[in-house]
Each structure stands twice: as structure tokens, then as C-alpha cells.
């Protein structure tokens, strides 16, 4: 079993960034992609990044690329996201988890373990 809790959440303005992690229990983080979704109110679950178990593969949805980045620390079992350049269009309650395979996945249904979510909303 694997539990995972996300923190880092806020009010930021457009413009701003925040980080956000993802702290894991259980001995097998390190085995496990990770991935970063986000739900706007009345919207479905929406892929924001993926990382693969080493750290070196990574994949971002569209309306994120070049503005996050995924990353994760095993030795803490850890995975982070940087968020740069927040606009309006980025709030959402965000939501970490873990797929059982090390290789990274943009598909919600792929990934076994999810946290509770935290909330981030950007001002214009």
C-alpha cells in the first residue's frame, strides 16, 4: 500500500509560482512513476506531468510544457512540481500519484494510488 500526501497549494497571482510535493509512504517509492493531475470544479481529471521511476523521463500536457516541471527525490521519497508562469487557467486541485510500473504514463486510469489533492488558485 502506498499513501501519499500532497502540500505546497496557495493563492499565488497570475505570473507567480509555486511548488508543490507529493511525500510518499512504503519502501517501493523509487520503483514507481509518478504523475501530477489536476480537476478544475465541474471539468474531468486532466494529465499535468509524469516522471518515470530514475527521474529522466519526463512528460508534460500541453498547456503546462515549459512553464512546470516535474521532479522527484527518491532518497526522500519525494516528487515535486515547479510551476512557473501561473495563469488563471491553472486553478485546480491538484493531485499526485503512483502507478506500480516505472514507466511514465499520461493516462489517469494507469496510475493504482492518489493522494487527496491541494488546492491551487491563481488571481488575475
Known amino acids: 500500500q502506498v499513501q501519499l500526501v500532497e502540500s505546497g497549494g496557495g493563492l499565488v497571482q497570475a505570473g507567480g509560482s509555486l511548488r508543490l510535493s507529493c511525500a510518499a509512504s512504503g519502501r517501493t517509492f523509487s520503483s514507481f512513476a509518478m504523475g501530477w493531475f489536476r480537476q478544475a470544479p465541474g471539468k474531468e481529471r486532466d494529465f499535468v506531468a509524469t516522471i518515470g521511476w530514475y527521474g529522466t523521463t519526463t512528460y508534460y500536457g500541453d498547456s503546462v510544457k515549459g512553464r512546470f516541471t516535474i521532479s522527484r527525490d527518491n532518497a526522500k521519497n519525494t516528487v515535486y512540481l515547479q510551476m512557473n508562469s501561473l495563469k488563471p487557467e491553472d486553478t485546480a486541485v491538484y493531485y499526485c500519484?503512483?502507478?506500480?510500473?516505472?514507466?511514465?504514463?499520461?493516462?489517469?486510469?494507469?496510475?493504482?494510488?492518489w493522494g487527496q489533492g491541494t488546492q491551487v488558485t491563481v488571481s488575475s
Open positions: 500519484a503512483a502507478r506500480t510500473s516505472g514507466a511514465p504514463a499520461r493516462v489517469r486510469d494507469q496510475y493504482a494510488y
